[in-house]
Structures are given as C-alpha cells and as structure tokens.
C-alpha cells in the first residue's frame, strides 16, 4: 500500500519546471510597453502630430533603459527576453525615427508644406532614405546579436561598434528637436528664417537619415558610457555638471535633449581618436597580441 502511495504522489519539481515566477514577466512587460510606444509614435507621426510622437518615443526609451537593469535586478533574465528586446528596438530606434521623419520632411499626411504639395520624386526619395536608416539599425541589432558570442579584444570593452541604436534615434530626430524647441522659445523661423529653411528641408533630413544610418552600420568605434569611469578628484565636477544637465531638462526638456543630440553627434570622431589612442597602447604593451 505504502509503494502504490508512493507512486501515486506528484513530484514537487515537476510544477516548478512547468511554472515560472511572476517576477520573470517583469522585464519582458517592460518590453512590450516600449513596444508599443513605439508603435503608437508611428501612428502619431501619420497624423502629424510629431511633439506627440516625440514624447512616445521618450517613453520607449525610457523603458529601454529599464527592461535589461530590472532584469538583473530581479534575476530574471532569460533569451525570450533578449530576442523581444531587439525585436523591440528596431521597432522604436529603427521604424519610429524613420517614419517620424518621413512624415515630418514631406508634410504630414497630406504631404503639404506650407500650403504647397510636396514634388512626388521627392516624396519618394525621402522614403527611401528613411528605409535605408531603418534597415541599417536593423543591421546594426543584427550584428550586436552575433557579437555577443564572439570574444572581444580589451580595448573594445569601453566601445560600442558602431552608433547604437538608441544614439541613432535622437541622432537623426536632432534636427526636428532643435527646430521646434527654438520655434516656441524665440520664434526661430520667423527671425533666422534661412536657418529654418535649411534644417527643414527634405535635402537635409535626407541627409542625416543616410549619415546616422551609416554610422550605426559602420563599424566605426563610440564611446560606451557605462564604461567610462570618474577618478575621485573629478567627481564632484562630474556631479555638477550632471546636476546643471538635469536641471535643464526640468527647464526645458525638449531644447536640452536637442543639444545634447548635437554634442552626441560631434563625439563620434572624438570616441574614434580615443579607440585609436587605447588600441595603440594596448598594441604597444602587448607586441604580441
């Protein structure tokens, strides 16, 4: 009777291995919301309400930010979570931007800018810049993927190849940025009105699409912030500088985000004489290597 019991009773683990904790959907919810703020800044776009989509954007970079740091926090990691966060990203950093500035260079739905209709070439032609930028961040995600598995040499560890994917975004939505923040601050359009002339056109937008899809396909070196560390006579500088930055962004988000966007930018090649200055040392220390 005691062995029949016995092989009657259920095994503990057995559940334990068909369940998982509610805390491990954590990290992946993070990512779905980002998902769909993404998502909803395309639809915001096709309507041409941009400061809308903007602000879709922003959240789903937010949670960007946050999904990886939960799921460390919470042990929680898992590759179904690191596939839809990629998925994820070239949703929000790739189509997004591509498609807000699709929308925004050729006139909104109605494809008009300032009551005049956009030339149908160009229309085209700003289309296909943005699927260009599009499929280079997707690209890019790819190629992050593969080189998880791949050892990296030492001087490497402080650098992104490439511009990633959310650098990339702000990047090429800078020029918009910039553009409304001065409009509703000073009135930019109507007192430098070539300058608003010349950020606006489709020329230009179509230019920094193809620039910043480049660099983030290109396997040109950017500094990593996570790895840059502060000595300890530095860091109360450090500290207010990052106090001075916050304070901006309650001041005026928009406008500060836009700057920092074209500091971004002007980094790169400072980001590529760095990693050419640490591989040269690294080389120097190491013949061998």
Same mark, same amino acid.
């Given at each position: 009777m005691g062995r029949f019991r016995?092989?009657?009773r259920k095994d503990k683990r057995d559940d334990v291995k068909k369940s998982i904790p509610l805390k491990a959907l954590i990290p992946n919810l993070i990512t779905s919301i980002a998902a769909c703020a993404g998502i909803t800044s395309i639809s915001l776009s096709s309507e041409g309400r941009?400061?809308?989509a903007l602000v879709?954007?922003?959240?789903?970079?937010v949670c960007d930010g946050m999904d990886g740091r939960v799921a460390r926090l919470l042990n929680a990691s898992s590759k179904l979570g690191a596939e839809l966060d990629s998925l994820a990203d070239f949703v929000n950093f790739g189509v997004a931007p591509a498609m807000f500035m699709y929308f925004w260079l050729t006139g909104g739905p109605t494809h008009e800018i300032d009551g005049v209709k956009m030339n149908p070439v160009l229309i085209r032609a700003v289309l296909a810049c943005s699927l260009f930028y599009a499929m280079c961040d997707c690209f890019r995600l790819a190629r992050f993927n593969t080189m998880l598995e791949q050892e990296q040499l030492p001087y490497w560890k402080h650098f992104f190849t490439g511009v990633p994917a959310p650098g990339g975004c702000w990047m090429v939505l800078t020029p918009y940025i910039l553009l409304d923040s001065f409009e509703k601050t000073i009135g930019a359009r109507a007192i430098y009105p070539k300058v608003y002339e010349f950020m606006s056109h489709p020329y230009f937008g179509m230019a920094m699409l193809l620039f910043v899809g480049v660099l983030m *396909?290109?396997?040109i070196p950017t500094v990593s912030l996570k790895a840059i560390r502060v000595k300890k006579s530095s860091q109360m500088p450090v500290v207010a500088l990052g106090l001075f930055i916050v304070g901006c962004l309650f001041f005026?988000?928009?406008l500060t985000l836009g700057v920092i966007g074209a500091i971004y930018i002007l980094t790169v090649p400072?980001? *590529?004489l760095i990693f050419l200055k640490a591989k040269s040392n690294y080389e120097s220390q190491n013949p061998g290597a």
């Amino acid at each position: 009777m005691g062995r029949f019991r016995f092989r009657g009773r259920k095994d503990k683990r057995d559940d334990v291995k068909k369940s998982i904790p509610l805390k491990a959907l954590i990290p992946n919810l993070i990512t779905s919301i980002a998902a769909c703020a993404g998502i909803t800044s395309i639809s915001l776009s096709s309507e041409g309400r941009f400061g809308e989509a903007l602000v879709a954007l922003l959240i789903a970079c937010v949670c960007d930010g946050m999904d990886g740091r939960v799921a460390r926090l919470l042990n929680a990691s898992s590759k179904l979570g690191a596939e839809l966060d990629s998925l994820a990203d070239f949703v929000n950093f790739g189509v997004a931007p591509a498609m807000f500035m699709y929308f925004w260079l050729t006139g909104g739905p109605t494809h008009e800018i300032d009551g005049v209709k956009m030339n149908p070439v160009l229309i085209r032609a700003v289309l296909a810049c943005s699927l260009f930028y599009a499929m280079c961040d997707c690209f890019r995600l790819a190629r992050f993927n593969t080189m998880l598995e791949q050892e990296q040499l030492p001087y490497w560890k402080h650098f992104f190849t490439g511009v990633p994917a959310p650098g990339g975004c702000w990047m090429v939505l800078t020029p918009y940025i910039l553009l409304d923040s001065f409009e509703k601050t000073i009135g930019a359009r109507a007192i430098y009105p070539k300058v608003y002339e010349f950020m606006s056109h489709p020329y230009f937008g179509m230019a920094m699409l193809l620039f910043v899809g480049v660099l983030m *396909a290109s396997r040109i070196p950017t500094v990593s912030l996570k790895a840059i560390r502060v000595k300890k006579s530095s860091q109360m500088p450090v500290v207010a500088l990052g106090l001075f930055i916050v304070g901006c962004l309650f001041f005026n988000l928009w406008l500060t985000l836009g700057v920092i966007g074209a500091i971004y930018i002007l980094t790169v090649p400072l980001g *590529a004489l760095i990693f050419l200055k640490a591989k040269s040392n690294y080389e120097s220390q190491n013949p061998g290597a």
